[in-house]
């Protein structure tokens, strides 16, 4: 038996250049972070008792003697890339919920991945997981995702992720003393919206518009950049993070007429009003998770305003994707 820990990230900046179709011809960076909320996997070799070779449990359950009736895209195809021959039994439960922003979706193949290669008695490195991940979600799968998820859930932490070429990827961890990155934690407010959406649909839209949104792709990769330095710089006032994060924001939504809403609009809305400085959408927009740049001081009253929304602490994590269970099992 089997059990990957996967975390879940959030997004500051960058997030559009992260995007193949982007950052093959221009280069790309983001600067996420991990956080303490994640998706595990447990996973091990079905006993041969059973009238089916894979059972599979997630949202749904699904029980299959053929590897290509498995309905669910990156179960079937994580399994045809490890060329795993025996029967397999998965199970899939999550502190948060799919389709909010959050990379669940490439956690998820990020955590299954790493069961399966622990299944098959190898260790490899974090590298090689997101590389497969990036593979497998965008190359075989054909999702419209970027990369930076994969990345993430595989290394942990904060780091600055750059992008260049078809696979090339170079993590930088931001290296801040506590006292900073505290502060920074202190500053951040999660909410979920309550509307899930697809976000393989959204960022379609937006790479159709790429060629119309470079001077704004170019923009949000500088600013990248600003944000490190505001961190960086012990003297820089850290609500400087959050303005950049409201300009970061009002870029997202030229993108594509459906990295926002109405609905969402308005609660950013209130938001500000009640003493936010600055936030987004997590991912690529439409709903899911807003996260909010709130001074402490402002914390209650940005909760009272949006009591309707479902706030969400968390604090950041730094170790990626773990195995956390690995208890031998015979075999028949």
């Given at each position: 038996?089997?059990?990957?820990?996967?975390?879940?990230?959030?997004s500051?900046?960058?997030?559009?250049?992260?995007y193949?179709?982007?950052?093959?011809?221009?280069?790309?960076?983001v600067l996420?972070t991990t956080i303490?909320?994640?998706?595990?996997?447990?996973?091990r070799f079905l006993?041969p008792?059973f009238g089916?070779?894979y059972?599979?449990r997630?949202?749904?359950r699904?029980e299959?003697?053929?590897i290509?009736?498995?309905k669910?895209p990156?179960v079937?195809e994580?399994?045809k890339?490890m060329r795993?021959?025996?029967?397999?039994e998965?199970?899939?439960?999550s502190?948060?919920p799919a389709?909010?922003g959050?990379?669940?979706?490439?956690?998820f193949?990020i955590?299954?991945?790493?069961?399966l290669?622990?299944?098959a008695g190898?260790m490899?490195?974090k590298?090689r997981l997101a590389?497969n991940?990036?593979?497998?979600?965008q190359d075989?799968v054909g999702?419209?995702?970027?990369s930076?998820d994969q990345v993430?859930a595989?290394?942990?932490?904060?780091?600055?992720i750059?992008?260049n070429?078809?696979e090339?990827f170079?993590v930088?961890?931001?290296t801040?003393?506590?006292?900073r990155?505290t502060?920074?934690?202190?500053?951040?407010?999660?909410?979920?919206?309550g509307?899930s959406?697809?976000?393989?649909?959204?960022a379609t839209?937006?790479?159709?518009?790429?060629?119309?949104?470079?001077a704004e792709?170019?923009?949000?990769?500088e600013?990248?950049d600003e944000?490190?330095n505001?961190?960086?710089n012990?003297n820089?006032?850290?609500?400087?993070?959050?303005?950049l994060?409201?300009?970061s924001?009002?870029l997202k939504?030229?993108?594509?007429?459906?990295?926002?809403?109405d609905?969402?609009?308005?609660m950013?809305e209130?938001?500000?009003n009640?003493?936010?400085?600055?936030?987004?959408?997590?991912g690529?927009?439409?709903g899911?998770f807003?996260?909010?740049?709130?001074p402490?001081?402002k914390q209650r009253h940005v909760?009272?305003?949006?009591?309707n929304?479902?706030?969400?602490?968390?604090?950041?994590?730094?170790?990626?994707?773990?195995i956390?269970?690995?208890?031998?099992?015979?075999?028949?």
């Amino acid at each position: 038996m089997i059990i990957s820990r996967t975390p879940f990230r959030i997004s500051f900046f960058g997030g559009g250049t992260d995007y193949p179709a982007w950052y093959r011809e221009n280069g790309g960076a983001v600067l996420n972070t991990t956080i303490d909320k994640y998706c595990y996997i447990s996973c091990r070799f079905l006993p041969p008792f059973f009238g089916y070779k894979y059972r599979i449990r997630y949202s749904l359950r699904e029980e299959k003697c053929d590897i290509n009736e498995i309905k669910h895209p990156a179960v079937r195809e994580c399994l045809k890339f490890m060329r795993i021959e025996q029967g397999i039994e998965m199970v899939h439960t999550s502190d948060l919920p799919a389709r909010s922003g959050i990379g669940s979706s490439s956690a998820f193949t990020i955590g299954f991945l790493n069961a399966l290669y622990a299944l098959a008695g190898r260790m490899v490195g974090k590298r090689r997981l997101a590389s497969n991940a990036i593979y497998v979600e965008q190359d075989v799968v054909g999702e419209s995702v970027g990369s930076q998820d994969q990345v993430a859930a595989s290394f942990g932490g904060l780091n600055r992720i750059e992008f260049n070429g078809k696979e090339n990827f170079f993590v930088q961890p931001v290296t801040l003393n506590q006292r900073r990155i505290t502060e920074l934690q202190n500053h951040l407010m999660l909410f979920f919206t309550g509307f899930s959406r697809t976000a393989s649909e959204i960022a379609t839209e937006q790479i159709r518009n790429t060629a119309s949104k470079s001077a704004e792709l170019r923009n949000m990769r500088e600013m990248v950049d600003e944000a490190v330095n505001i961190l960086n710089n012990p003297n820089e006032n850290i609500e400087g993070f959050g303005k950049l994060l409201y300009e970061s924001w009002r870029l997202k939504r030229s993108l594509s007429s459906r990295v926002s809403t109405d609905a969402v609009d308005s609660m950013y809305e209130v938001a500000l009003n009640a003493g936010a400085i600055g936030g987004k959408l997590c991912g690529a927009g439409g709903g899911g998770f807003m996260l909010l740049f709130v001074p402490p001081r402002k914390q209650r009253h940005v909760g009272k305003a949006l009591n309707n929304l479902l706030h969400v602490p968390f604090n950041f994590e730094t170790l990626g994707s773990q195995i956390i269970v690995y208890a031998h099992q015979d075999s028949y």
